[in-house]
């Protein structure tokens, strides 16, 4: 792509792989989105979700609801909202990734013991999952397709079993990030959103070929259920921030100083709350992520400050400049817990890399050119005066490393500290 366009607020660009638009004003749908935060009637919105909800209350000691959760998101503050709030008994869920981090694995435990409730973990063989890896990497560019397809598909499989017909899910994508739908439209968990967005395009059986050795046995965990069994139960999946006003680090802030929450340092953003459960969601992951679109996790998380007005523009260039094209940390254990060689990785990364944003001069070596050299500066003394001021750094200390003080390797299975 030649022609890039960026938004007149956030940072981002015409190139978004979830295809944000722009109107008139030079204003991109997820910002437009964005304000409607600053013009709902959140009481009222809040009233839709009380009523919505209490059509599933039991009453009888059974679940009234199912609660995808993982250990470094808004999971917290999911629970906090459903269970403190709403009053309800809920089931939590989750997918084990494989990468999981020491904080990780303490939040998911705290988890449980701050809300008192049952929590229902699915560990699929690991053999299988590394096959997918394989080939997902090579295919998509991608490390994170089994992680997506088993967090959203377990719950559902779950709720089949007990007959719990609701989901209840934290903030949509589609509408936080870049306005694809209006909060208005409350719109629900789709199999063919996951399919489109969350997985690329290919469900479990579109991983299946003749020459990369996956089977039946390897993949049918990552199957969405029936639409069938879906009716039957009444299964739909709802989204609390088309109800609750979502502020990503308010919330966090208020998990920290209620429950307890642990932060710790990522090396490719400032961000110290999100995906801090996984060695590689904000590593490997997200430098594949600046290879094939130009950018990465920390322009996501500084578009999002920009809406809530903490920072300028200009302050988010300056973080993007300074954190995007950090080194990968935590290479040397996904090498080793997926069977692969250095070079081997190098030459995928090399593959996947989009020209549109590297370029490699006489075979010297590769050069970034992604979306942030597309600004139109590069003047170093102009971004070092554009940093953010210390309240905002004040935000995003950590109180943790990933590894609390350990050595860096996955918990395979962890079940929490005392």
Request: glycine share 6%.
């Amino acid at each position: 792509m030649s022609n890039f366009k960026f938004c007149k607020r956030c940072l981002y660009s015409n190139n978004h792989p979830l295809n944000l638009t722009f109107d008139d004003q030079g204003l991109c749908s997820g910002c437009r989105v964005h304000d409607e935060k600053n013009t709902l009637d959140w009481s009222l919105r809040w009233n839709k979700l009380e009523s919505l909800v209490s059509e599933y209350r039991t009453n009888d000691g059974n679940y009234d609801c199912i609660v995808p959760v993982t250990a470094g998101q808004d999971s917290y503050y999911i629970m906090h909202i459903v269970k403190n709030k709403l009053g309800m008994k809920p089931l939590m869920v989750t997918y084990n990734k494989y990468f999981n981090t020491p904080v990780g694995i303490h939040n998911l435990a705290n988890l449980r013991m701050k809300f008192n409730s049952d929590l229902l973990i699915k560990n699929v063989n690991p053999i299988s999952v590394k096959k997918i890896i394989k080939k997902t990497l090579l295919d998509f560019g991608n490390i994170y397709w089994a992680n997506i397809a088993g967090q959203s598909v377990f719950p559902v499989e779950i709720a089949i079993k007990y007959k719990i017909p609701l989901i209840i899910w934290g903030a949509h994508q589609g509408v936080e990030q870049v306005g694809m739908f209006s909060h208005e439209n409350e719109v629900e968990m789709t199999r063919r959103y996951r399919k489109t967005h969350d997985l690329f395009g290919y469900e479990a059986d579109d991983l299946l070929t003749t020459f990369d050795g996956l089977d039946e046995s390897d993949i049918w965990q990552y199957r969405y259920p029936d639409n069938q069994d879906i009716r039957k139960v009444g299964i739909r999946g709802i989204y609390l921030s088309n109800y609750v006003c979502w502020d990503p680090l308010s919330q966090h802030m208020k998990m920290v100083r209620e429950y307890k929450y642990k932060t710790a340092n990522l090396n490719r953003t400032f961000d110290i709350y999100d995906y801090i459960d996984c060695y590689n969601y904000a590593d490997i992951h997200d430098f594949l992520k600046l290879c094939k679109h130009g950018y990465s996790k920390v322009t996501d998380h500084v578009c999002r400050e920009i809406r809530h007005n903490r920072i300028t523009r200009e302050n988010g260039k300056f973080l993007i400049k300074k954190y995007e094209l950090n080194p990968i940390s935590y290479q040397k254990q996904f090498l080793d817990y997926i069977g692969m060689t250095e070079r081997g990785l190098n030459f995928i990364l090399d593959y996947h890399r989009n020209t549109d944003y590297w370029t490699n001069p006489e075979h010297n070596g590769w050069e970034f050119s992604g979306l942030s050299s597309k600004w139109g500066t590069n003047d170093t003394k102009q971004l070092a005066s554009s940093a953010p001021d210390q309240k905002f750094g004040k935000n995003f200390q950590a109180s943790h490393a990933v590894n609390l003080g350990q050595n860096d390797s996955y918990i395979i299975i962890g079940k929490g500290f005392p």
